[in-house]
């Protein structure tokens, strides 16, 4: 297994852009999760999937950001008309919920830069 | 609200030294608490977990302990290496679904 993977790794958009950023999670994981990370901060909670189904989202969340976790794999995470505080790294994270085993692997993150 | 303190200076330590970071929280009663390294433009990586009924885990170098009663976590790392320098992260989940992160603290091991 190559553990979770994230494309693209760097984007640079104009402001009023949309974006899609994918995540691959390690394949035996149940659990994804969504993370924002802004510099000399620790990761903040965006959004959780267990399988198919997103059972939390972060009230920081705005209505333009929307996850999808379609057949339980792999998953989207869109922002719409991206501002300029949407700018940080975004990082994914998949694990699996076995006698309370419950570490997150995290992948190597997207960088968003909005102009 | 909830809240997770850690040092938000960096720390700088002098080669086989052990370094000791803090993790204080408030409003929590969480079931464990981790422990992430990170390097600089890469994703955390999980080092620890330490239970509430448990006041000690070792890794290796690593050494975590877990106070319920002061609220508190402290994170060893003896004989430190350079390699050792890196940002360490604290980690609480108030839920079995969200995992709420400290800033982190910044380690710096110096030959």
């Known amino acids: 297994d190559t553990g979770v993977s994230q494309n693209p790794r760097h984007k640079i958009t104009k402001r009023g852009q949309n974006v899609t950023f994918r995540c691959d999670p390690i394949s035996e994981h149940n659990r994804l999760y969504w993370y924002r990370q802004t510099l000399g901060q620790g990761p903040e909670f965006l959004t959780y999937?267990?399988?198919?189904?997103?059972?939390?989202k972060s009230r920081l969340l705005s209505d333009r950001f929307s996850a999808e976790r379609p057949k339980g794999s792999f998953s989207t995470l869109e922002i719409q008309r991206t501002e300029q505080g949407d700018s940080a790294m975004y990082l994914c994270?998949?694990?699996?919920?076995?006698?309370?085993?419950?570490?997150?692997?995290f992948g190597p993150g997207t960088r968003l830069t909005v102009t | 609200s909830q809240k997770i303190e850690q040092n938000s200076e960096a720390l700088n330590i002098q080669e086989g030294k052990t370094a000791t970071l803090t993790c204080n929280y408030t409003n929590y009663s969480p079931a464990y608490l981790q422990w992430y390294r990170q390097d600089p433009g890469r994703g955390p990586v999980f080092l620890l977990l330490?239970?509430?009924?448990?006041k000690e885990k070792r890794k290796e170098r690593l050494k975590v302990t877990f106070d319920t009663t002061l609220k508190q976590s402290l994170f060893h790392i003896t004989a430190s290496q350079p390699a050792d320098s890196a940002t360490y992260l604290c980690?609480?989940?108030?839920?079995?679904?969200?995992?709420?992160f400290g800033s982190g603290t910044r380690l710096s091991i110096r030959p």
């Open positions: 994270a998949s694990s699996f919920r076995a006698s309370g085993d419950i570490e997150q692997y």
């Open positions: 999937f267990q399988n198919e189904a997103q059972l939390e």
């Open positions: 980690a609480l989940a108030p839920s079995a679904s969200k995992i709420i």
């Open positions: 330490i239970r509430e009924n448990e």
